[in-house]
Nanobody, 121 residues
């Protein structure tokens, strides 16, 4: 069984910063791509950033230059550094990993439960 647990969300003022973390645990053989998505009220879930197994990042245009994704493979953790936050960044942020579980033939995508980020003065 595989679990993803996010943390680090909260209330922050415009222009502020947060660091989100997502720890993968359980019967994991390997973790491929790792990503962060977000869903604002009344909107569809959207990709924010993704990082490959080799550490290559990709970002949505709306967060380029402000957010940074990184991963610590030894800790099975992926991070999202959020800088220069604006109210438009308010959303629930979800971790999404492509994982090969022990005993599995194929990889599959797993989701965390989400962490709320609220940007408001």
């Amino acid at each position: 069984q595989v679990q993803l647990v996010e943390s680090g969300g909260g209330l922050v003022q415009p222009g502020g910063s947060l660091r989100l973390s997502c720890v993968a645990s359980g019967s994991i053989l390997s973790i491929n791509n790792r990503g962060w998505y977000r869903q604002a009220p009344g909107k569809q879930r959207e990709l924010v950033a993704r990082i490959s197994s080799g550490g290559r990042p990709n970002y949505a245009d709306s967060v380029k230059g402000r957010f940074t994704i990184s991963r610590d493979n030894a800790r099975n953790t992926v991070y999202l550094q959020l800088n220069s936050l604006s109210p438009e960044d308010t959303a629930v942020y979800y971790c999404n990993d492509n994982i090969v579980a022990r005993g599995a033939v194929l990889s599959r995508n797993y989701w965390g439960q989400g962490t709320q980020v609220t940007v408001s003065s």
